[in-house]
Nanobody, 123 residues
C-alpha cells in the first residue's frame, strides 16, 4: 500500500487541524492504520492506531481526549483530527499501515509509510 499524508500546517495553540492519509492498493481495507510523529533528534512516537473496520481505536496518553483517528475504507483514507493543539504537538506526522489485527504502538510493526506532513503549533 502506498500512503500519502497531507493536511499539516502552521496553527496556533488551541487550534484544530485534520490530517489525511490517502492510500492506494487493494488491501487498505484490511490494514491496521496508525499515525506516528517525530521531532528532529527524537525517536518516532506512536500517536494512534485504528482497526481495519474502524471500530477499535487506541491513543497515546499524550493525545488521548484531544486527537481522534478515523477511516473511510470507501475513500481509502485515514484521518487524524487534532484538537486543542499545544506547542509540544509540533512534529512531522506520519501515517503507517500494517497487515493483521493488532493495533501495535511499535514503529517496527508497520510496513508501509507515508512521507510525513509537518504540523507546527505556535504559542
Amino acid at each position: 500500500v502506498q500512503l500519502q499524508a497531507s493536511g499539516g500546517g502552521l496553527v496556533q495553540t488551541g487550534d484544530s487541524v485534520r490530517l489525511s492519509c490517502a492510500a492506494s492498493g487493494r488491501t487498505f481495507s484490511s490494514y491496521v492504520m496508525g499515525w506516528f510523529r517525530q521531532v528532529p533528534g527524537k525517536e518516532r512516537e506512536w500517536v494512534s492506531s485504528i482497526s481495519w473496520s474502524g471500530r477499535i481505536t487506541k491513543y497515546a496518553d499524550s493525545v488521548k481526549g484531544r486527537f481522534a483517528i478515523s477511516r473511510d475504507n470507501f475513500k481509502n483514507t485515514v484521518y487524524l483530527q487534532l484538537n486543542s493543539l499545544r506547542p509540544e504537538d509540533t512534529a512531522v506526522y506520519y501515517c503507517a499501515g500494517r497487515e493483521g489485527s493488532v493495533l501495535s504502538p511499535s514503529y517496527s510493526a508497520y510496513v508501509d509509510w507515508g512521507q510525513g506532513t509537518l504540523v507546527t503549533v505556535s504559542s
